[in-house]
């Protein structure tokens, strides 16, 4: 087999940067995989737009037949976004053996188990490196380099958009509102930008990431979810006084029970942490295995040339797999049934933020409540509020459970000293 | 097939964690690969000894034959070291149909690209990730996570004994003679320190990396080669003062040409870059690709366990590889011949410390001596030295090539202002 011929869903920035790749750098990609790769069809709403990359006339379509059933196609790149319609395409493409290459995360994360699981049924490649940290070749160090050990933990900085704002307020100081306007004004932010703020789309690839590492169906509705809207020039202040950095971070672990969590939140760092140091839109992940110990894999989380590097880099894989015969044993069914972590098995420190009375007894009031939870302290802060005769104190706790924090937080709102629990953020990354 | 049998040379720590990963995760490697991979036999200098893992007596032995031979063993191990007597073994090996799975970074340096070739020829895997930063499968990244793209440089802390010194030197201000001594005590520096410390270990490895990257052979010759043994604690102390931290970086770099250098010298590097955070033990690969801009791995760069997984996880890509009938096609021939840069093709920034006699007109006749190199400067310090009427000048030049350098410091020697150049060492990272 000398040729293989591709049809590409979208011709976006990411389209356009794999379209590029495989113009400039044909004959590397030839020379590796053993055989010419070309383009057949590209599928676009817009036939005559304008383009600003070169491409022939009889490439473009409007149609989606001409690529899921053009018996000349033996790969689909998938770069168009979508869910729903998206994933009725890929199907189809499937059951007419197309394989698939990629970087829609939304639909990985959704329809993701049922496509793979199809694929495997049909010998079809389905890969997605690209859908979860851009150019970092995340996918397959999990899978392959790390195929020998037990993954016990993901520490994740997976979304560009709030990275950049963060590393913004923190070293420039700047509230959030003004550095979300200059982050769209930069494209590292869209002009929605609910997804990413509340992080949703980390959590989408959190959940993909915690299925491959630990081997089991985890679904979005599993992610438990926290945004950044919530974090304050006042919290960021006071996380550097103690020693921390706060960042956006989708946690993924997994106890000698073999019961998960799954979340993405705000999260304190210690200030020398490596993924303290991940700064502006860059992304990396924190691979905690049983065997390897700490590895750290860092890199851009997107952007249209390196998300369209980890397209080419998987269809290159595909291509290998077609030319040897071997298509269709890249996935492996889950292993182990989903069991997710009760709140009284999830174990973390806590930074707590409160304004309270600035009076006799306040503290002593306080300190109660959490004794009565036998939560005990790792750093005490009081300061004097900015409002008159409050005070605000901040606690970094040892490792409590998640029960044992939401029922002192209960009572803590049922003393009178404490008019406001103004923050509550995980604290990890000191083990 | 059910079963594959495995030949291991070597019982030491790395062999030792093998057994163990085998061992204890045997359902989920079996899981993985589809089939059981068993120890036939393992090779080891003495039979009695005690060991510290669990094996059956009759798996030991002391003679090469009983594996290299053995028609029942698929895949040799070799976790051993050595080179001469090594290579020989796993010619022997190969000829016969077997194929390897080693972590030996000397033997690999020296005779790597001979063994992979004549494994391609018996239609035999070689697989190597193990011999390159322990933990961190940084081969399998260059090779595939990053097939698609051009590598333009690579920065790398390769040498775990080395980085643990300079950290230690840096954070706790401790001199060179101390540190060695208390990492020779703490297992992290051999009793004879030598190749870690001249940096011989880590030019082998970036001769490997600079091969994978680049696609040409590149020999242990060809790297320039200094270790850490001139670096003071004024050194470091100085660099400090202008915002660098001096690590032991191995570079490896592509002109637009398709020239290449490759050395490991100490090197300044920005406070806030990536690889400036690496501490201790840990290695990092820095890599730079004209696609996907910058990424990182991080991780342990030895260590039983560590190694130990990637050898697994190596072990595990040639047992699917037989399993799929598509074994010796891992590697792929060099696609370039070898162009190395001459030194005035060769640009970066230098850190010089002089000391200088402390008088009038002596500023002014050391720069005109660069002038006359065209060297300009980013930054200049000077101090008056603990020496009576002698001066420290620091200076940080912009780039320029190693020619202007080499010129310079002799044209520098010949003065007679000039007591001593001190140190010069490159600095990197803040393109």
């Known amino acids: ?29 030839k020379y590796k995989v053993g055989c010419e790769i070309h383009i057949e069809k590209i599928l676009v709403h817009d036939i005559d737009k304008k383009r600003d990359v070169a491409i022939q006339a009889e490439w473009l379509t409007d149609n989606p037949d001409e690529l899921v059933n053009n ?31 990629t970087a829609n995360k939304d639909l990985m994360a959704v329809h993701g188990q049922k496509l793979l699981r199809l694929a495997k049924e049909n010998n079809c490649d389905i890969l997605y490196d690209a859908s979860v940290a851009g150019g970092i070749p995340i996918i397959r160090s999990l899978t392959e380099g790390l195929a020998s050990d037990r993954i016990q933990k993901i520490m994740g900085i997976v979304n560009g958009t709030t990275n950049y704002i963060l590393t913004k307020m923190t070293d420039d100081e700047v509230a959030f509102e003004p550095v979300l306007k200059e982050a769209q004004d ?20 959190m959940a993909l990431l915690a299925n491959l590492a630990f081997k089991m169906e985890i679904s979005l509705e599993d992610v438990e979810v926290s945004g950044i809207r919530t974090i304050s020039q006042e919290d960021i202040t006071f996380a550097t006084s103690l020693g921390y950095t706060i960042k956006l971070i989708g946690i993924a672990s997994i106890n000698d029970n073999g019961k998960v969590e799954v979340s993405v939140e705000p999260t304190l760092l210690p200030k020398d942490h490596p993924l303290a140091m991940v700064k502006n839109e860059f992304n990396a992940v924190y691979v905690y295995g049983e065997a390897v110990g700490e590895t750290m894999f860092y890199g851009p989380g997107a952007g249209s040339m390196p998300t369209a590097t980890a397209v080419v880099s998987d269809l290159m894989d595909v291509v290998k797999n077609i030319r040897l015969g071997i298509t269709g044993n890249e996935y492996i069914l889950p292993q182990f049934q989903k069991q997710l972590k009760e709140d009284d098995e999830k174990y973390m420190q806590y930074f707590i933020r409160m304004e309270v009375d600035d009076e006799a007894g306040t503290f002593q009031k306080i300190t109660n409540v959490f004794l009565d939870e036998s939560v005990s302290f790792q750093k005490i802060l009081q300061l004097p509020s900015e409002q008159k005769k409050m005070a605000e104190i901040v606690m970094v706790t040892h490792k409590i459970s998640k029960q044992q924090l939401l029922n002192s937080r209960e009572n803590l709102k049922g003393l009178d000293v404490v008019n406001e629990i103004i923050s509550c953020y995980r604290v990890d990354g000191e083990d």
């Open 1 to 29: 087999m000398n040729q293989v011929y591709v049809g590409l869903c979208g011709l976006g920035t990411v389209g356009t940067g794999v379209v590029k790749l495989l113009q400039n750098h044909a004959e590397e990609i």
């Open 71 to 101: 018996a000349e196609i033996d790969i689909i790149i998938e770069v168009m976004g979508g869910i729903e319609d998206t994933n009725l395409l890929l199907e189809k493409a499937i059951r007419n053996k197309k394989h698939i290459v």
């Open 186 to 205: 930069l494209g590292f932010a869209e002009s929605d930008p609910t997804s990413d703020v509340d992080g949703l789309d980390a959590a989408r690839k």
